[in-house]
Every structure is written in C-alpha cells, then in structure tokens.
C-alpha cells in the first residue's frame, strides 16, 4: 500500500532560516549545507535570491552559492521572485530555479507586491529563460489550504494558479500549506481535485507543522500516491510574510517515520543528527522537532 521509496526535499537552508531572527554566517550557512550533501539528500533548497531588504537572513545568497561544496547527483536550487532575482541565481550558478506566487490575492500581495494576475507574466518569463538555459524549473503555490488574510483559499483558485505554472513548462509544483492549517480530511480532498488535473510525480507537499498535523497530512498524501516531501532540518522555518507561520515538517520527524514504515529515502538519519546538532547551536535555540529532541536526549 505505501511506496517503496519517497523523495525528500530539504528547504532548511532557504526556508527554514529566512524567518530565523538570528543571522547565521555565511561561513556556517556554507558549512551546514555540505553537511546536508554528505548525507544522501538529492534536493536542497539553498537560499533565495529575493530582496535582501524583505528576507535579511538571505541575504547573503550569491556568496553561499559560491562557497558550498557541490556533491554530484544533488541538485541544489534556489527561490527567484523575479528577472533580478534569477540574473543573480544564474550568476551564482544553481541548478534549479523555484518559482513561487500564492492561491490567494492578499498574500501575494504580502509576500511578492503584485498581485495574482500581475505575477503571471513574471513567472512566465522566468520559466522561459530558465528552461532556455537548460536548467529546470519548480514552482510553489503558497495558501493551498488557507491564507492568513483570507482564511479559506477557493479550490478553484488553486487550479488556475497550478494549471497556469505547469503551462508555463514547470517540472512540479510544490503544494504549501505556509500557515500549516490543513488537516488530514481537507488534504484528501484537495489532492482528490488536482490528482484528476496533475500527475502524482509532478506534484510535492511543502507542509508547516505549525498546528501539529504535518505528519497526519503527509500520512494521507502517501495513501493518494504522492512521493515526493519538502521538509526542513530541525523543524525551523516559516515565511516572513505569513503571520504566526511555524516551520516546516522536520526532515528528522518525516525520516523517522518513514524508515520506521520501511519507506527508502536514501537518506542517513545519523549524518543528519549531527547536521541538526551544528544548525541548533548556531541558532542558539532547541529545534522543534520532536525526534530529534528524543535522539538529542539519549
Ligand atoms: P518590489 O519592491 O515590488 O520590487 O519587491 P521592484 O521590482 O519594485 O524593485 C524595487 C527595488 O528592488 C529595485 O531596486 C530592484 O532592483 C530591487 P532600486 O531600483 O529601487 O534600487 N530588486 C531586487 N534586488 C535584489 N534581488 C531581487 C530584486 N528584485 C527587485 N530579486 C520583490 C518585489 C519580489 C522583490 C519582493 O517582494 C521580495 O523580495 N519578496 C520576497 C518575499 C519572500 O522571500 N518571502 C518568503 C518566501 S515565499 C515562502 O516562504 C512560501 C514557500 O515556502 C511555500 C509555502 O510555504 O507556502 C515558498
Ligand atoms: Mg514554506
């Protein structure tokens, strides 16, 4: 019943330390990231080239792109908003440019300052450029299952946003749920809409476990055939633009579950404890997740 194998994305880096108050160094930033591709991660979402000004604790990006250790077989990406943005990420030469715009209008107002129809054109032009350079393309829809602003999203809304970006040549989209307000019951039902429009393999769930129930939601997303997670080490993260957003489900909590399951991820539970140790004191804080804080204490 369960897949045999599932793909983790690490968006630690990027998404995990973007809301983080403390600024890690670049020195530290690079030295985490080599960790995290010693220890059979194939995805790592290195930083993002947004606005130093809206995301400060990025804004060190090109100088982290250019200082990691690149391990071949990883591919390392980066979040652009924009023409500027991903100049600067091909400069920096990422492997992979991840597009990203919301479901619902007021966050991406909040987040990005355009609006929904406003943005389209944008992430149209960044997808052409980046596949004309022969480097793929992922795209994220934030406020899947509610906005901060809004509350509900409509479903239809989430369509058009998908089907618009996988027009546009993006090789997946990345489902967030930036609030972590899902529940199991709503996952299903969204997922039972866009698996009718999308394939399996080219759709990712990008869950924040800010109420709890990343795990339950990522339970019943394996049940309707999705394999491929984006998850942060530790549990840190959350987006500046989103209030209250906590971080997404931990790397660490999802591997213990899924090996406990016998589900591969190629992924060495071991290296990523110590990768979790080093981030935590650099962060000067305990790190959310719940497994690790259990492995930390024996
Ligand atoms: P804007 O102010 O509308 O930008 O911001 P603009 O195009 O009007 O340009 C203003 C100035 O910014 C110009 O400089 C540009 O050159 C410069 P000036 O001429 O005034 O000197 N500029 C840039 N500089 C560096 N890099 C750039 C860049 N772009 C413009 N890329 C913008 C628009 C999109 C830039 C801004 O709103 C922004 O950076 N937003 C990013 C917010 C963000 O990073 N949020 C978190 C990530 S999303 C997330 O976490 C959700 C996700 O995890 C999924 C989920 O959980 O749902 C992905
Ligand atoms: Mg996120």
Known sequence: KWPEKITIKEVGPRDGLQNEKTFISTEDKIAWI????????KHIEITSFVHPK????????????????????????ALV??????????????????????????????????????????????????????KASRGYVSTVFGCPYEGNVDIDSVIRVSETLFDMGIAELSLGDTIGVANPKQVQEVLDVLLKRFP??????HFHDTRGTALANI????????????????????????????????????LYMLHGMGIHTGVDQEKLLHASCFIQEKIGKTLPSKSFQAASAQ
Request: include cysteine.
């Open 54 to 77: 809206w995301i400060p604790a990025l804004s060190d990006a090109a100088a982290v792109a250019a200082g990691i250790t690149k391990v071949p077989g990883v591919t390392y990406t």
């Open 34 to 41: 080599n960790q995290l591709s010693e220890s059979g991660l």
């Open 219 to 254: 339970l019943v997303s394996l049940d309707m055939g999705i394999t491929i997670f984006d998850s942060s080490l530790g549990g840190l993260g959350g987006c500046p633009y989103a209030p209250g957003a906590a971080g997404n489900v931990a790397t660490n909590d999802l």
């Open 200 to 205: 399996a393999d080219k759709i990712a769930m």
């Open 81 to 134: 908003p924009n023409r500027h943005g991903l100049e600067r990420a091909f400069q920096a030469d990422i492997d992979e440019a991840a597009v990203f715009m919301s479901a619902s209008e007021t966050h991406n107002r909040k987040n990005i300052n355009k609006t929904i129809d406003e943005t389209f054109p944008v992430l149209r032009d960044l997808i052409r450029e980046t596949l004309s350079v022969g």
